[in-house]
């Protein structure tokens, strides 16, 4: 049986995961989040309170983490050397660690070969920033889904707002635009289209036009 694997690329708040999670129940693909296992590598770090900005110490730890995927019921759990982080990797602060541990070739190296075991076995749905690029080079459809900084900025101000947390917009979008400087502009795999890659520009689509729209491209590749 052909396995098919769908690579979805693009800046912090282009609506990745949402729009990734929609179209793997409606295809029955597996979603893969690598953003959240950048995550819960970087909390390894900052629990342990080493410093994400050497190297080397970064290195000297990297064979001691384990990352998990783990499909429940209630949806996919993610487990940093046992512990379930699912939730603890969602915070601003890990956001970075994320960003930062992400630019260190060892880290990558270990995180590829997983999402790529994970892409073997299985259909997969897979969003990061190097997927159509590095992980999974022969993806049957690759997307580069982006919007305006100051839409992503304002997504993330009403999804932090809504749950809640109070939060700066100016802050918010000032982060935006390290975060992608930093995943742009790093040595090993930056964040940029692949070149086989359709771009999605969502800053004047709502979630629902995106989902159709990616659900037509997998038709035209007879995902669907
Ligand atoms: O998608 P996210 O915001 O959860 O990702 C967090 C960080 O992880 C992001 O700033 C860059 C890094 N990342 C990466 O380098 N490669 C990936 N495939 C996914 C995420």
Redesign the pocket.
């Known amino acids: 049986m052909r396995n098919y694997s769908i690579a979805i690329?693009g800046p912090?708040?282009a609506g990745?995961?949402s729009v990734a999670k929609a179209i793997a129940k409606k295809l029955n693909f597996v979603y893969v989040?690598?953003?959240?296992?950048?995550?819960a590598f970087?909390l390894y770090y900052l629990r342990k309170g080493i410093s994400l900005e050497m190297e080397e110490d970064v290195n000297k730890e990297v064979s001691n983490v384990t990352i998990e995927m783990i499909n429940k019921d209630d949806g996919v759990k993610i487990y940093l050397n046992g512990d379930d982080v699912t939730t603890a990797?969602r915070t601003e602060e890990a956001?970075?660690g994320?960003?930062k541990?992400?630019?260190y070739p060892m880290v990558?190296e270990k995180?590829v070969k997983l999402?790529q075991e994970i892409a073997k076995k299985t259909n997969v749905i897979?969003?990061?920033?190097?997927?159509g690029t590095v992980?999974l080079p022969n993806a049957t459809l690759k997307i580069y889904l982006t919007a305006s900084t100051d839409v992503r900025a304002e997504r993330r101000y009403l999804e932090q707002t809504e749950k809640g947390i109070k939060v700066d917009l100016s802050e918010i979008k000032k982060d935006i635009e390290e975060?992608d400087y930093?995943?742009m502009h790093?040595s090993t795999?930056p964040?940029k289209q692949a070149d086989d890659a359709i771009l999605v520009d969502t800053s004047d689509m709502n979630k629902e036009e995106v989902i159709e729209e990616i659900l037509n491209l997998c038709r035209k590749k007879d995902i669907l």
């Open positions: 690329d912090a708040g990745k995961s989040d690598t953003g959240a296992m950048y995550r970087g990797i956001s970075r994320a960003s541990v992400s630019v990558r995180m999402q897979m969003d990061g920033r190097d997927i992980v975060r930093r995943d790093r795999s964040l």
